[in-house]
Nanobody, 111 residues
Framework: QVQLVESGGGLVQAGGSLRLVCAASESIDDFRTMGWYRQAPGEQRGLVASFTTDGSTNYADSVKGRFTISRDNAKNLVYLQMNSLKPEDTAVYYC?????WGQGTQVTVSS
């Protein structure tokens, strides 16, 4: 069972930046899919950004050009750099690695 722990969430003003970090309890080398979802109150969980099976990246249209996913395989970390944040980015952000999920970290963007 892989444990995932997200950090880096918080309260930020519109236009600001945050970097989310997902720490895995074991090597991420063998996982072909990993990334971030988010869920706002009253909405379904939706994909934000991910690494696909061929190693390429995939972004939701709403975050393209503002968010960047990256990873450090040596440290078993997955990152989400979020720039130019908007109030509509407010949500709980969840990291996933294969079929495993973290507990989520709250991101709140004030206008």
């Amino acid at each position: 069972q892989v444990q995932l722990v997200e950090s880096g969430g918080g309260l930020v003003q519109a236009g600001g930046s945050l970097r989310l970090v997902c720490a895995a309890s074991e090597s991420i080398d063998d996982f072909r899919t990993m990334g971030w979802y988010r869920q706002a109150p009253g909405e379904q969980r939706g994909l934000v950004a991910s690494f696909t099976t061929d190693g390429s990246t995939n972004y939701a249209d709403s975050v393209k050009g503002r968010f960047t996913i990256s990873r450090d395989n040596a440290k078993n970390l997955v990152y989400l750099q979020m720039n130019s944040l908007k109030p509509e980015d407010t949500a709980v952000y969840y990291c996933f690695l294969g079929v495993f999920w973290g507990q989520g970290t709250q991101v709140t963007v004030s206008s």
